[in-house]
C-alpha cells in the first residue's frame, strides 16, 4: 500500500498548457509538501500546507497554485508550462514538524 | 535563512571501505539533521537523523555525527556495498519549522 502516492509519474506536454499533478498520503499527516528537483538533482521546497492551511509558499512564479482540498491531498496545477518547467517535482507529507518526510516517487514532467 | 553545503558532490569507493560525506549549515537556531538517500527513479528516503540534543547516533553500517560549535555533522557508512550507491542528501531544518533545507547531494558509487 502506497504511503504517497503522486499522479502521473510521466508528464509531457508543450509549451504553454496547463496541466496538474495530484498527490495522496495515506498516512494520517497534517503536513504536506511539494518540491522541485532539477537537472542537477538540487531538492527545493515550493510550498507546504498543514492542515489545509498553506504554511510554507516559495519565491516561485506565480503560474504555479497548489490546491489542498483536504489534509490527505495536495495538488499542484501549472499555468502556461515553459520549457524550464521542465523537472522532477516530488510530494511529500510529514507528522508535523522535525520528524521524517516521505517522498512520493514523483513526476517528471517535460515541456517540449 | 538557513543554507546547507555538502561535500564532496561525487564519491567512489571500492566494496567494503568506508564512505564519510560532510555538511554545514548556516543557522545556529536549526536542530534537526535528516539524511536522506534517493536511488534512481525513486524518491528521497530517510536512513537515518540526528537532533542537536545529541552529538552522534548509529544504525548497524550507518551513523551521524553533529557538532553544533562548528555547524557541521556528517554521515559515516562502513562496509560499503554496491547496493550503497545512490544519492545522499543532508538536510537541516530550524527549531519549529516546518522547512527542510536540502544540501546538493552526493552520488555515492560503490565499486563491486
Known amino acids: 500500500d502506497t504511503a504517497v502516492s503522486q499522479t502521473p509519474k510521466y508528464l509531457v506536454t508543450q509549451m504553454g498548457n496547463d496541466k496538474s499533478i495530484k498527490c495522496e498520503q495515506n498516512l494520517g499527516h497534517d503536513t504536506m509538501y511539494w518540491y522541485k528537483q532539477d537537472s542537477k538533482k538540487f531538492l527545493k521546497i515550493m510550498f507546504s500546507?498543514?492542515?489545509?492551511?498553506?504554511?510554507i509558499n516559495e519565491t516561485v512564479p506565480n503560474r504555479f497554485s497548489p490546491k489542498s482540498p483536504d489534509k490527505a491531498h495536495l495538488n499542484l496545477h501549472i499555468n502556461s508550462l515553459e520549457l524550464g518547467d521542465s523537472a522532477v517535482y516530488f510530494c511529500?507529507?510529514?507528522?508535523?514538524?522535525?520528524?521524517?518526510?516521505?517522498f512520493g516517487q514523483g513526476t517528471r514532467l517535460t515541456v517540449v | 535563512g538557513e543554507n546547507v553545503e555538502q561535500h564532496p558532490s561525487t564519491l567512489s569507493v571500492q566494496e567494503g571501505d568506508s564512505a564519510v560525506i560532510k555538511c554545514t549549515y548556516s543557522?545556529?537556531?536549526?536542530?534537526?539533521f535528516p539524511w536522506y538517500k534517493q536511488e534512481l527513479g525513486k524518491g528521497p528516503q530517510l536512513i537515518i537523523d540526528?537532533?542537536?540534543?545529541?552529538g552522534e547516533k548509529k544504525d548497524q553500517r550507518i551513523a551521524v555525527t553533529l557538532n553544533k560549535t562548528a555547524k557541521h555533522f556528517s554521515l559515516h557508512i562502513t562496509e560499503t556495498q554496491p547496493e550503497d550507491s545512490a544519492v545522499y542528501f543532508c538536510?537541516?531544518?530550524?527549531?519549529?519549522?516546518?522547512?527542510?533545507?536540502f544540501g546538493k547531494g552526493t552520488k555515492l558509487s560503490v565499486i563491486p
Open positions: 543557522d545556529s537556531a536549526s536542530n534537526y
Open positions: 500546507y498543514n492542515n489545509k492551511e498553506l504554511i
Open positions: 511529500a507529507s510529514t507528522r508535523g514538524r522535525d520528524t521524517e518526510a516521505f
Open positions: 540526528i537532533r542537536s540534543n545529541v
Open positions: 538536510a537541516a531544518s530550524g527549531a519549529g519549522s516546518y522547512q527542510l533545507t
